[in-house]
Nanobody
Framework: QVQLVESGGGEVEAGGSLRLSCVASGDPAANYYMAWFRQAPGKEREGVAGVYTGGGSLEYAASVKGRFTISQGNTKTTVYLHMNSLEPEDTAVYYC??????????????WGQGTQVTVSS
């Protein structure tokens, strides 16, 4: 059983930055894929960025590459999403997920509660 808790969402003007945090419970020695997804109103949930906690293997959606960075904290159970040059199109609820395969949301069982990110123009 893994529980995920996100934080760091909020409202920012276009061009601004935010950092999202995700802390996972469970076995700190385990290695698995952790990823960020987002879902805007009326749209499907899409993968944003992912990382394998055992090291290496970063992945980004084309729409955020060069603007967003996923990183791990001092422990493998904490993952950050650094979002720069935010655009109104980035407005969505952002979810942290664990234990799936890369950026395919259908493969993930463990999800956080979501945090709202709103980018105003």
């Amino acid at each position: 059983q893994v529980q995920l808790v996100e934080s760091g969402g909020g409202e920012v003007e276009a061009g601004g930055s935010l950092r999202l945090s995700c802390v996972a419970s469970g076995d700190p020695a385990a290695n698995y894929y952790m990823a960020w997804f987002r879902q805007a109103p009326g749209k499907e949930r899409e993968g944003v960025a992912g990382v394998y906690t055992g090291g290496g293997s970063l992945e980004y959606a084309a729409s955020v590459k060069g603007r967003f960075t996923i990183s791990q904290g001092n422990t493998k159970t904490t993952v950050y999403l650094h979002m720069n040059s935010l655009e109104p199109e980035d407005t969505a609820v952002y979810y942290c997920a664990a234990g799936g395969l890369r950026l395919d949301p259908s493969t993930y069982y463990y999800w956080g509660q979501g945090t709202q990110v709103t980018v105003s123009s």
